[in-house]
T-cell receptor, first 108, second 114 residues
Framework: GQSLEQPSEVTAVEGAIVQINCTYQ??????LSWYQQHDGGAPTFLSY????GLEETGRFSSFLSRSDSYGYLLLQELQMKDSASYFC?????????FGIGTKLQVIP | GAVVSQHPSRVICKSGTSVKIECRSL??????MFWYRQFPKQSLMLMAT?????????EQGVEKDKFLINHASLTLSTLTVTSAHPEDSSFYIC??????????FGNGTRLTVT
C-alpha cells in the first residue's frame, strides 16, 4: 500500500522561512512533486525532485532523500499570498496521488 | 510552458443530464492525463488515468459507466459525467504530463447539479 504524511497545518510569520516535511511509503517511486493550491483554485506545480538533493526555484526549494523516503518544501521570505494548501505528491508508475496537504497560514 | 486548459470552468446542470469537460495540453503532448475530483476541504482524489489511444484505468469505487473518459489524441482528454446527480457536484480537475515527471493541472471545473 501507500502512505503519505505531512503536517496538516502550519502557521508562520510574514518574511520568515517555513519548511513543510513529507514522508512517504510507496512502491514504484520515481519522484516527488510539490503543489500549491489556494482555496477554490486548482493546484499549481511548484517543484519536482527525481534525484536526491535540493532543487531551488526562486523563493521555493524542495529536497528529496530517497533512502529516507523523505522530502521537504522550503518557502523563504514568506508573503501573505503564500497562505494556501501545499501538497507533496509521490509519483509512482502511472499515478500521482495526493494526501490531505498542509494548510499554511502566513500571519503579519 | 506546460499549459493545460480545462473547459468549462463552471457548469450548472439539471439532475439526469450529462456534462462534458474538456482538458487540453496546449504546448506539449500529454501521453498521460489524470482526472481528479475534490470535495470541499478535502484532498484531490484520483478518479482515473488515461493514456492516449487506450481505455482509461479507473480507481476503485469510480464508476466507469458514469464517468466516461476519452483520450483520443495527445492533446485532448474529455470527461463526461453521465446522468448527473446532486452528489456528483464537485470540483473536477484534469492534469497532464508528457513523461514520468510532474503533473500540470488545468484550472478545474466546478460542477453543480441541481
Amino acid at each position: 500500500g501507500q502512505s503519505l504524511e505531512q503536517p496538516s497545518e502550519v502557521t508562520a510569520v510574514e518574511g520568515a522561512i517555513v519548511q513543510i516535511n513529507c514522508t512517504y511509503q510507496t512502491s514504484g517511486f520515481y519522484g516527488l512533486s510539490w503543489y500549491q493550491q489556494h482555496d477554490g483554485g486548482a493546484p499549481t506545480f511548484l517543484s519536482y525532485n527525481a534525484l536526491d538533493g535540493l532543487e531551488e526555484t526562486g523563493r521555493f526549494s524542495s529536497f528529496l532523500s530517497r533512502s529516507d523516503s523523505y522530502g521537504y518544501l522550503l518557502l523563504q521570505e514568506l508573503q501573505m499570498k503564500d497562505s494556501a494548501s501545499y501538497f507533496c505528491a509521490p509519483s509512482v508508475y502511472q499515478k500521482v496521488t495526493f494526501g490531505i496537504g498542509t494548510k499554511l497560514q502566513v500571519i503579519p | 510552458g506546460a499549459v493545460v486548459s480545462q473547459h468549462p470552468s463552471r457548469v450548472i446542470c439539471k439532475s439526469g443530464t450529462s456534462v462534458k469537460i474538456e482538458c487540453r495540453s496546449l504546448d506539449f503532448q500529454a501521453t498521460t492525463m489524470f482526472w481528479y475530483r475534490q470535495f470541499p476541504k478535502q484532498s484531490l482524489m484520483l478518479m482515473a488515468t488515461s493514456n492516449e489511444g487506450s481505455k482509461a484505468t479507473y480507481e476503485q469505487g469510480v464508476e466507469k459507466d458514469k464517468f466516461l473518459i476519452n483520450h483520443a489524441s495527445l492533446t485532448l482528454s474529455t470527461l463526461t459525467v453521465t446522468s448527473a446527480h446532486p452528489e456528483d457536484s464537485s470540483f473536477y480537475i484534469c492534469s497532464a504530463r508528457s513523461t514520468e515527471g510532474p503533473l500540470h493541472f488545468g484550472n478545474g471545473t466546478r460542477l453543480t447539479v441541481t
